[in-house]
C-alpha cells in the first residue's frame, strides 16, 4: 500500500499543473481502498467512565480506543468519556506522556481508568514532522525529547544554548555578540559549506525564521546579530523533540537536511483554570578570561613608558612615575583591571500563565518578561512576550485552533565582537599597571563642547581606543517586535479520514542603529560622528493542507497515511540609512547627516510542496514507513521541480516474540532518506548592480558568475537504530548509527579573476557524515522517598570532504589570514585549521631556529587541527529526596582544537601571564638553524613573542589549544514547599548554576621549550559569531557563569 | 456510495478552496519574477554605458582599502614613497601577501574589465566612447603588466575556465596600436563630450583626452627604451607629435572621488590607521633639497614636530623602538587627511610627469621639440605648481640650488641618499639621475609609477631594503616583480604554468621583466 501510494505521487509529481485535479484522484483511491477494507462493526453497549491521572486530577483528551478498530473517542473536560462498544473487546486508554492502557470488557457499563505516567516515554506519542503526532515506537528514526522543566529553570537568554549537552549529537555554539546573541546548533555535523548547518527550528508544526541577519565572515569582527531561535519562550514550551537526521525531517523537504528542533507551545487545559508563575533572578560573571601577567607593565624593552599600551616595560615594584595622563602616580600592578570591567549582570525572568477552558473552548495566555543584563556594562536585554492559544471544538467534527505570539525585544549596547575596535578586545588590551581609575577619564571636552578622545596608551591607537570610551560613546542597539501566529481548522471528514488547514505568519520588523561618536576610531571618519540605521522586515508565510488517515486492513494490518500540499513564501526586505558625518556633532539621527547615503535589499523566494507519507504497520510492531515529496521552488530554474524519498522499517521485536529475563522492550529500526535544498534566491542569472560613488555612482557587472542549471543540493542519510530497555523499563539504550552524504552542494568557487568573475556557483562535492549516538537512561533508586534518575548521553562524529570539484579542492569558511582559517579541504575533514607553524627539520623533527636565536615561520598555511569535537559527552544525574529536588549536568568534549586569536594579539605586547616568563634574557631555544647547527643564541620574551605574533597576524600554531574540555554546566537544587490546602497549589523554590566550574580543561598544542604548555583559558563554547565561520578565537566576548533562584508557583 | 460521494465532494471543496486561496490558478507562473532581483539591474542598455565607463575609471584607480593592499603595502614601499610601521605587515621586507594583492587583481578583471569591454562591445569602434574605453583599457593594463609582467590579457574578460597569459611584449604592442587608433578617432570628434559628467577625470574633454593618451603613449615609450630603442623611440616621437600634457592643473589627471558608496580616496582612508610614514629616502630628499613639496607631501612627526623618516624594511622588533614609531615619523600630507582628505581627487597622471619624459627623450636624441634642460625644469615648476607652490621666485631659486639630499639621521644612522643637486648638471650621467629624481619627487604618491621607472632607470638612489624575509631575495636586493598571483595559481594553475615560459625566468621576485633591462 505505502508503495502504491508512493508511486501515486511519483506520477503525480511529474506534472505540477495538475495538482488539485491529481490531489482529488489520489483522495478517491485512498479513500476507496480504505473504505473497502474496513468493515462493518455492530455496536452493541454504551460504555462510559472517567480517566484520572495518578494524582485522581481528570485527564482530559485522553484518547480512547476499541482494539483493532478505529472506533475512539477522547475524554472531555473532567476526563469523561463515552462509546459503544461489545463484551470483549478491549479499550485502549492513550495519553502522552502516560503509559497505555488495556482493559478487556466484560458487560459493565462504567470503566474508570486511572493512568500511570510513562516516565521512560516508551509508548507516547510523539510529535514528528509538520506537527504530526506519532506513536513513537512507529518511528524508523531517532528522536530525543527535553522536558520543559529543563528549559525554563537554569535559563540562558538563548535558548539553544540550554540545550547544551542534553542532545546525543548536537554541537552547539554561541554568539559574541552579548546578551540575546544568536546560537549555533549542529545535528550530526556540518555538511554545507555555502549554507547553513544550524538545525532548522519548527514551532507548533511551522518552520519559524531563524536567520542571523549579521554574521562575522571573519575574525575582524562584527556586530553578531540576533537569531530567530532566541526569540522563542521557555516558558511556553510544552514539549521539545529533537529530530536528529534527514529521515526524520524528510517531510520538512528543502531546509530539514540539518535535523529539525520540534517545539510544541502550550495550550489550554479544559476544565480547572490553572494559573501558574515562574520567576527567576539571576546573576552572570565571566567565566573564562585572559590569562595576564602582573609583573611588568608599559613600556618597550624593559624600559618603563608611559606612552606605550604594550606591557614590555620595567618590572612593577611599587615605583613613583608620572603617567599617561600626566599625573603622579604608582607604577603597581592591576591585577583585576581586566575582571573589574565587567559587572555582575542581574537577570530577571517572570512568566504569568493562565490557562483553562470548557470541553469546546480551551484558552491559554502567558506574559513573559526577560530583563537581562550583559557582563558587558550597559549591554541590557528587555523581552516581552504574549502568548494566546485558543481552541475550539466548533462542531463534532469541525475544531479550530489559533495563536497569536508577539514578541517584543529591545537590545541595548550590543557589543562589537572581534579585533577591530571593540570595547572587549580593547580591555583585553589594558597595560597591566593602569587602574579602572584611569582608563575612566576616557573623554574631555572640547572648546566647541563636543567631548574628545583623552591619550590612551594603546597598543595600536589606530585601531584600538580607550574602552570606556567605546562603551559610552558609541551604541549599538536593536528592537525587535515580532509576530507569530496561526490558525488551523480540522475537519474530521469520515471516523478514520481528516483534513487539516493551516495558515501561519512569522513576521518581524528589526530596527537596528549604531552610532559612533566623532572621534571613534575606525568607525567615525567622518567630522560629527557616524549613524547607521536599518529597518528589516522579515516575513515568512507558510500555508498547507493535510489529509491524514487511519486504516485497519486485516487483524494483522494497519495503515496510517497523510497527503498534502504546503505553501512558502519568505520575504526579507531592508533599508540602511547611514549619516557618514554628522552636522551636529553626536546628534544620532538622520536628518543631522552630513552624507547620506541609502542601501536597499530585497529578497523573496517562494517553495510549494506536495508530500504523502504513508505507514504499514503488521501487528502493531512491524512498520513500514515511506514519504515522498515533491517541491516545486522559485529559485530554481523552469521547470522549478525536485523531489526526493525516504524509507524506512522498525520492529518492536519484544513485541513479536516472547521475551524473559531482564530485557523488558527492544526495539530495532532503519531509515534511508533524501533531502533537497533549493538553495537562496538570484543565483540563476548575472545581475548588474548599482552602487554610489563619484559623479552620479556607478554599475558594476556582480563578480560571481550565474549559475544558470542550478540544481537543489541533496542530502542522503542512512540510518539504524536500536532501542532496549531492561529490568522493567528501568534501564534503558539507545543506540543510532548513521551515515550522510551531502551532494550537489552548491559550492562558491573561485574562478581565474582573468574571465571577469572573481567565483562561481557550481554543484558539486560530496560531504560525508558518519557517526554513533547513544543514550542511556537508568533509575537508579526507585523507593518512595528517593529516586536517582540517570540519563547519559554520547556521540561522535566523523566527516569527510569525499569530492569537492575537478578544478577546486580546497574552499574557505571565511576569510582571514591571521591567526587560523577554518577551511573545506578534499580529503579532509569539515572545518580543519590551517595556520602558520614553527618550520622543523625535516629529517630530525627538530625546530628551525633562526640566526638571531628565533623561530623560523613554515612557509605555507598548515593543518593545526579540526575545530570539530570529536566525542561529545553529557551526564545528567537527578535526586529526589521528599521534595528535594537536584539536577547535575556534567558536559564536555573530546577532541578538537581552537585558535585563540586574542592570546596572539596580545603576547605581542606582553600582556599574557605566559610573556612574564624569559623577559631578562638567557632563553636558548633548543633548536637547529637551517644548516643544522645546533642554536646557541639567547633570546627575550620580547623578541620571541613579537615574532611569533606579528600583533594582529601571527603563526596561529602558537596560540592553538586542545579544546576539550569537560564542565558542571548546569545545577539546580529544588524544594518542593509544603503548602496548606489554599489557593496555591504547589510551590516550588530552585537554586540554580551554570558554567559552575572547569573539570578538566585541554592545553597548548605546543609545547614551547623553556615555557610548557598552557592550560585553555577561553570558552571555546563562544564564537565570533554563529555562521561558519568557527574554530578561531579572537575578541570574543567570555562566557558567563551564572547563578540564581528561580520560583515556580501553581494557582 | 452515497455516502463516499459525500466525502469526495467535501474533500474536493477543501482542496479547492485551499488550492486556490494559496494559488490561485496557475501555480509557477510567477515564479520566474519572484526570482528576479529587483534591487539589480538584469540588462544593459545605451544609457548605463556611462555609469560603467564611471565604474571602471574608479576600480581600476583603486579607491579605498583596494589602494592599501595593491599599491600602498607593495610599489609605495617599492618606490620608497612610505616606509611600513605596521608590526604585522612584512610586505617591506619582500614578502609579497598573495591574499591582499589578489584583492585589487580581482578588481581589475571583474570591475575594470568587464566594464569596459561592455563599452567596446556596444559601440561604434569609431565612437569616442569606444576610444575612450581603449585608452583606459591601456592605462588600467599597463600598471598591472608592470606589476607582474605576462598577464591574462587578450581573452581577458572572456568566462572561461582558464584564460591565458600573453607576454609584456605582444601587451605592450597592443597599447601602441590601441592608443594610436584611439587618437585618430578622438581627433574627429573634438566637439563631443563622450560620458559627460560620468567621465570623472576629464568630464568628456576630448582634446583632453588625446593629450592624456599621447602622454601615456611616450610614457610606454620611455617604458621600453632600453629593449626595443627603436620602436621607443618611433612611438615616443608619434605621441609627441600628436601633443603631450602641457598644463597644470588644467591637464592633469585626477579622478573624483567621493564618500558616497565608500569611493573615497586610497591614501586617505588609511592615513589614521597609522601603518606607514614617510621613508627615510623621501626625507633624505625633501630635506636635503629644502623642498617647498615637504609639508605638502608630509606632515611633521607628532611627538617632535620636525619631518622625520625611517627605512623600509625593519622588523617587527625593530619597529617597537621608539625611533619607528607612528608618534615618531610624519605621516602624509594634509590633504590626505583621513576626515576631511577622504574626497580629494586621486592622481592619474600629471603634467609634470611629461616633462620629464620629454627631458629623458631629449637626452636621449629623439625628437622631443626642445632640449633636455629646458624640460626638466618645466617639469620641476610644473609640479611645484600643481602642488600649490606658485611662489615663483622661490621655484627659481629650487631650480639653481645647489643643495644635495642629507643624511636622515633615523634609527639605522643612514647615509644620504645620493650626492646630485636639483640645478642641472654637466654629465649625462648626472643629468640622467637628477631627471629620474626630480620625476621620482613629481610623481608622488604614485608608486605604481615609482617603482616602475626605478627598476627601468635604478633611480633615484634608493636605499637597500634593511631586511628580506623572502628567502628568494636578500635584504638589500631589487625586487623586480609580483609573482604570479595564488589566486590565479589556484584557479588557472595551467595557463599560469605555461606563463612561466614567457618570464625569460623563474617565477620569483627577482626576474626582470622584459623592459627591465638592469
Redesign the interface.
Known amino acids: 500500500m505505502g508503495a502504491l501510494i508512493v508511486n501515486y505521487f511519483n506520477n503525480l509529481a511529474a506534472n505540477y499543473s495538475y495538482l488539485l485535479l491529481y490531489m482529488k484522484q489520489c483522495l478517491l483511491l485512498i479513500l476507496w481502498v480504505f473504505l473497502i477494507t474496513s468493515r462493518a462493526i455492530a455496536q452493541d453497549q454504551t460504555v462510559s467512565g472517567t480517566v484520572q491521572d495518578e494524582n485522581a486530577q481528570p485527564l482530559t483528551g485522553v484518547n480512547v480506543v476499541v482494539k483493532g478498530t478505529t472506533r475512539g473517542t477522547t475524554t472531555d473536560a473532567n476526563g469523561a468519556y463515552q462509546l459503544r462498544a461489545r463484551s470483549g473487546d478491549v479499550l485502549v486508554f492513550g495519553f502522552v506522556g502516560y503509559q497505555r492502557h488495556e482493559v478487556t470488557l466484560g458487560n459493565q457499563s462504567t470503566l474508570n481508568v486511572r493512568l500511570d505516567p510513562d516516565n521512560q516515554q516508551l509508548q507516547e506519542v510523539v510529535v514528528t514532522a509538520l506537527g504530526i503526532k506519532r506513536e513513537a515506537k512507529a518511528l524508523t528514526y531517532a528522536t530525543q525529547s527535553i522536558k520543559p522543566a529543563q528549559l525554563n529553570e537554569v535559563r540562558d537568554a538563548n535558548i539553544v544554548n540550554t540545550l547544551q549537552g542534553k542532545i546525543a549529537g548536537a554541537y552547539i555554539t554561541q554568539g559574541s555578540g552579548g546578551v540575546g546573541s544568536g546560537s549555533r546548533i549542529v545535528l550530526r555535523g556540518n555538511r554545507s559549506i555555502q549554507g547553513s548547518n544550524n538545525a532548522l527550528f519548527v514551532v507548533d508544526g511551522v518552520p519559524i525564521n531563524n536567520s542571523t541577519y549579521s554574521q562575522p565572515g571573519g575574525d575582524f569582527g562584527a556586530v553578531a546579530g540576533t537569531d530567530g531561535a532566541s526569540n522563542i519562550n521557555p516558558d511556553d514550551i510544552a514539549d521539545m523533540t529533537i529530530l536528529r537526521g534527514a529521515s526524520a525531517a524528510a517531510l520538512y523537504g528543502s531546509q530539514a537536511a540539518n535535523g529539525v528542533v520540534l517545539i510544541t507551545t502550550k495550550s489550554g487545559k479544559a476544565g480547572r483554570v490553572s494559573v501558574d508563575l515562574n520567576s527567576g533572578v539571576s546573576f552572570d560573571r565571566p567565566f573564562a578570561l585572559p590569562k595576564v601577567q602582573n609583573q611588568y607593565g608599559q613600556g618597550v624593552g624593559g624600559v618603563l613608558d608611559p606612552s606605550k599600551g604594550d606591557s614590555w616595560g620595567a618590572a612593577m615594584t611599587g615605583q613613583s612615575y608620572t603617567n599617561y595622563l600626566g599625573q603622579a602616580a604608582t607604577y603597581s600592578a592591576q591585577p583585576n583591571n581586566i575582571r573589574d570591567f565587567f559587572r555582575t549582570a542581574a537577570g530577571f525572568n517572570n512568566s504569568l500563565s493562565v490557562s483553562g477552558g470548557s470541553d469546546k473552548m480551551q484558552t491559554y495566555l502567558s506574559y513573559t518578561n526577560n530583563a537581562l543584563q550583559g557582563t558587558v556594562p550597559k549591554n541590557d536585554l528587555v523581552r516581552h512576550t504574549i502568548n494566546l492559544r485558543a481552541s475550539n471544538q466548533i462542531t463534532s467534527k469541525l475544531s479550530t485552533d489559533a495563536k497569536i505570539t508577539y514578541i517584543s525585544q529591545k537590545i541595548d549596547n550590543k557589543p562589537r565582537t572581534g579585533e577591530e575596535n571593540a570595547p572587549v578586545f580593547d580591555m583585553y588590551q589594558i597595560p597591566r599597571n593602569i587602574s579602572l581609575d584611569d582608563a575612566k577619564q576616557y573623554e574631555t571636552t572640547n572648546n566647541l563642547g563636543v567631548p574628545t578622545p583623552t591619550t590612551w596608551p594603546s597598543t595600536l591607537n589606530s585601531i584600538y581606543q580607550n574602552p570606556y570610551w567605546m562603551l559610552n560613546r558609541t551604541a549599538i542597539n536593536e528592537q525587535r517586535d515580532r509576530v507569530i501566529g496561526f490558525l488551523t481548522a480540522r475537519y474530521q471528514l469520515t471516523p478514520f479520514l481528516s483534513v487539516q488547514g493551516r495558515a501561519n505568519l512569522d513576521k518581524y520588523y528589526d530596527k537596528n542603529e549604531e552610532s559612533y561618536s566623532q572621534g571613534t576610531i575606525l568607525w567615525a571618519n567622518q567630522p560629527g560622528g557616524k549613524f547607521i540605521r536599518q529597518n528589516i522586515i522579515t516575513t515568512q508565510k507558510w500555508f498547507d493542507v493535510i489529509f491524514e488517515g487511519k486504516n485497519k486492513i486485516s487483524d494483522s494490518f494497519q495503515i496510517d497515511y497523510r497527503a498534502g500540499a504546503i505553501l512558502q513564501d519568505s520575504r526579507f526586505e531592508r533599508t540602511t540609512s547611514t549619516a557618514d558625518g554628522l552636522n551636529l556633532p553626536n546628534r544620532f539621527n538622520l536628518n543631522f547627516g552630513s552624507t547620506l547615503s541609502l542601501g536597499d535589499d530585497f529578497v523573496h523566494s517562494q517553495t510549494q510542496s506536495i508530500f504523502g507519507q504513508a505507514t504499514l504497520a503488521f501487528k502493531d510492531a512491524i512498520f513500514i514507513d515511506a514519504s515522498l515529496r515533491n517541491d516545486w521552488a522559485s529559485t530554481l530554474p523552469a521547470p522549478y521541480s525536485f523531489q526526493y524519498p525516504s524509507i524506512g522499517a522498525s520492529a518492536v521485536l519484544s513485541d513479536l516474540f516472547k521475551i524473559s529475563g531482564p530485557l523488558s522492550f527492544l526495539k530495532v529500526n532503519g531509515s534511508y532518506a533524501q533531502v533537497g535544498n533549493a538553495a537562496s534566491a538570484y543565483l540563476l542569472n548575472t545581475n548588474y548592480s548599482y552602487s554610489q560613488g563619484a559623479g552620479a555612482g556607478f554599475i558594476s557587472r556582480d563578480a560571481t558568475q550565474a549559475i544558470g542549471n542550478l540544481k537543489p543540493e541533496i542530502t542522503k542519510s542512512l540510518e539504524f537504530g536500536i532501542e532496549a530497555r531492561f529490568l522493567s523499563n528501568r534501564l534503558g539504550l539507545n543506540l543510532t548509527a548513521y551515515k550522510s552524504n551531502s551532494v550537489n552542494q552548491l559550492l562558491r568557487l573561485n574562478l581565474a579573476p582573468a574571465s571577469g568573475f572573481t567565483d562561481q556557483y557550481i554543484n558539486a562535492g560530496n560531504i560525508q557524515n558518519q557517526g554513533v549516538e547513544l543514550v542511556l537512561n537508568g533509575n537508579a533508586i526507585k523507593n518512595d522517598n528517593f529516586t536517582w534518575d540517570v540519563t547519559f548521553n554520547a556521540s561522535l562524529n566523523r566527516n569527510k570532504i569525499l569530492r569537492l570539484s575537478d578544478q577546486v579542492k580546497r574552499s574557505t569558511l571565511g576569510s582571514t589570514e591571521r591567526s587560523a582559517n577554518p577551511i573545506v579541504q578534499e580529503g579532509g575533514s569539515y572545518g580543519d585549521l590551517i595556520a602558520y607553524r614553527w618550520q622543523t627539520n625535516p629529517n630530525t623533527g627538530q625546530y628551525v631556529v633562526s640566526a638571531a636565536g628565533l623561530p623560523v615561520q613554515t612557509t605555507g598555511l598548515e593543518y593545526v587541527g579540526n575545530f570539530n569535537p570529536r566525542y561529545l559527552l553529557g551526564l545528567t544525574n537527578s535526586f529526589n529526596y521528599k521534595g528535594i529536588t537536584l539536577r547535575l549536568l556534567v558536559d564536555g568534549r573530546i577532541g578538537g582544537v581552537a585558535t585563540s586569536g586574542t592570546e596572539m594579539n596580545l603576547a605581542f605586547s606582553g600582556i599574557p601571564e605566559v610573556t612574564a616568563q624569559h623577559r631578562e634574557g638567557g632563553w636558548v631555544l633548543p633548536g637547529v638553524t637551517a644548516a643544522g647547527e645546533q642554536n646557541t643564541t639567547p633570546i627575550r620574551a620580547e623578541q620571541f613573542w613579537q615574532t611569533v605574533s606579528g600583533k594582529r597576524y601571527g603563526w596561529g600554531e602558537f596560540f592553538t589549544y586542545d579544546a576539550t574540555n569537560f564542565r558542571v554546566r548546569e545545577l539546580s537544587v529544588g524544594y518542593r514547599i509544603p503548602l496548606p490546602k489554599m489557593f496555591i497549589k504547589t510551590a516550588q523554590l530552585s537554586f540554580v548554576a551554570r558554567n559552575l566550574f572547569w573539570i578538566y580543561r585541554g592545553s597548548s598544542i605546543l609545547d614551547i621549550p623553556g615555557l610548557g604548555k598552557r592550560k585553555m583559558w577561553f570558552d571555546p563554547d563562544v564564537n565570533l559569531g554563529n555562521g561558519n565561520f568557527q574554530g578561531v578565537e579572537y575578541g570574543t566576548l567570555p562566557s558567563n557563569r551564572t547563578v540564581g533562584l528561580n520560583l515556580k508557583l501553581s494557582f | 456510495m452515497k455516502a463516499?460521494n459525500n466525502?469526495?465532494q467535501?474533500?474536493?471543496v477543501?482542496?479547492?478552496l485551499?488550492?486556490s486561496?494559496?494559488?490561485g490558478v496557475?501555480?509557477?507562473a510567477n515564479?520566474?519574477e519572484?526570482?528576479?532581483?529587483?534591487?539589480?539591474?538584469?540588462t544593459?542598455g545605451q544609457s548605463?554605458l556611462?555609469?560603467?565607463f564611471?565604474?571602471a575609471q574608479?576600480?581600476s584607480t583603486l579607491?579605498a582599502g583596494n589602494y592599501q593592499i595593491g599599491q600602498n603595502l607593495f610599489s609605495d614601499q617599492y618606490a620608497q614613497y612610505f616606509a611600513n610601521i605596521?608590526?604585522?605587515?612584512?610586505s617591506d621586507r619582500f614578502v609579497i601577501?598573495m591574499?591582499w594583492i589578489g584583492g585589487p587583481?580581482?578588481v581589475?578583471?571583474?570591475?575594470t574589465?568587464?566594464?569596459l569591454?561592455?563599452i567596446m562591445d556596444n559601440t561604434d569602434p569609431g565612437s569616442a566612447e569606444n576610444a575612450l574605453a581603449s585608452i583606459w583599457w591601456v592605462w588600467t593594463f599597463h600598471r598591472w603588466t608592470d606589476y607582474v609582467g605576462p598577464?591574462?590579457y587578450f581573452?581577458?574578460?572572456?568566462?572561461?575556465?582558464?584564460?591565458p597569459y600573453d607576454s609584456q611584449q605582444v601587451i605592450y604592442d597592443d597599447f601602441f596600436k590601441r592608443l594610436t587608433a584611439a587618437v585618430a578617432v578622438l581627433k574627429t570628434k573634438t566637439s563631443e563630450k563622450p560620458f559627460g559628467?560620468?567621465d570623472?577625470i576629464y568630464g568628456g574633454d576630448v582634446n583632453k583626452w588625446i593629450k592624456f593618451a599621447n602622454t601615456l603613449h611616450l610614457r610606454l615609450a620611455m617604458r621600453v627604451s632600453k629593449v626595443d630603442p627603436a620602436r621607443a623611440k618611433t612611438e615616443a616621437e608619434a605621441a609627441v607629435a600628436g601633443g603631450t600634457l602641457t598644463t597644470t592643473p588644467d591637464d592633469d589627471a585626477l579622478?573624483?572621488?567621493?564618500?558616497?558608496?565608500g569611493?573615497v580616496n586610497g591614501l586617505s582612508?588609511m592615513s589614521?590607521?597609522?601603518?606607514f610614514r614617510m621613508s627615510a629616502a623621501m626625507e633624505s630628499a625633501l630635506k636635503g633639497y629644502e623642498d617647498p613639496r615637504l609639508p605638502v607631501y608630509f606632515i611633521p612627526a607628532a611627538s617632535t614636530n620636525t619631518y622625520e623618516g625611517l627605512r623600509n624594511g625593519l622588523t617587527?622588533?625593530q619597529l617597537?623602538?621608539?625611533a619607528n614609531t607612528?608618534?615618531t615619523n610624519s605621516r602624509v600630507g594634509p590633504r590626505w587627511d583621513?576626515?576631511?582628505g577622504?574626497e580629494t581627487r586621486q592622481n592619474v597622471m600629471a603634467t609634470a610627469e611629461a616633462y620629464f619624459l620629454l627631458a629623458e627623450g631629449a637626452l636621449n636624441g629623439w625628437t622631443m621639440g626642445g632640449t633636455a634642460k629646458d624640460f626638466y625644469e618645466k617639469g620641476i615648476e610644473t609640479s611645484m605648481k600643481q602642488w600649490g607652490v606658485t611662489d615663483a621666485a622661490a621655484i627659481a631659486a629650487y631650480k639653481a640650488s645647489a643643495n644635495t639630499p642629507i643624511a636622515p639621521n633615523d634609527y639605522l644612522k643612514s647615509p644620504a641618499l645620493t650626492n646630485i643637486p636639483v640645478a642641472w648638471g654637466g654629465s649625462e650621467a648626472v643629468q640622467r639621475e637628477q631627471i629620474g629624481t626630480q620625476k621620482w619627487l613629481a610623481l608622488f604618491p604614485d608608486g605604481f609609477e615609482g617603482w616602475a621607472e626605478y627598476r627601468r632607470t635604478r633611480y633615484p638612489k634608493l636605499y637597500p631594503v634593511a631586511n628580506s624575509d623572502n628567502p628568494d631575495i636578500p635584504a638589500g636586493g631589487v625586487l623586480r616583480r609580483i609573482p604570479f598571483l595564488l589566486?590565479?595559481q589556484?584557479?588557472?594553475g595551467a595557463?599560469v604554468q605555461k606563463a612561466v615560459s614567457l618570464l625569460n625566468g623563474p617565477d620569483k621576485v627577482t626576474t626582470p621583466l622584459w623592459w627591465d633591462k638592469n
Open positions: 463516499l466525502i469526495l467535501k474533500a474536493a477543501v482542496a479547492c485551499s488550492g486561496m494559496f494559488w496557475s501555480c509557477t515564479f520566474d519572484i526570482n528576479t532581483n529587483k534591487t539589480k539591474i538584469s544593459i548605463e556611462p555609469y560603467l564611471a565604474k574608479s576600480s579607491s605596521a608590526t604585522y605587515f612584512p601577501r591574499d587583481w580581482g581589475i578583471y571583474t570591475q574589465v568587464p566594464q569591454k561592455s598577464i591574462p581573452k581577458a574578460g572572456e568566462p572561461a575556465q582558464s584564460v559628467s560620468f570623472l579622478i573624483q572621488r567621493s564618500n558616497k558608496g569611493d582612508i589614521p590607521w597609522n601603518e617587527s622588533t617597537t623602538d621608539p607612528a608618534a583621513g576626515s576631511t577622504l589566486v590565479e589556484q584557479t588557472n595557463e
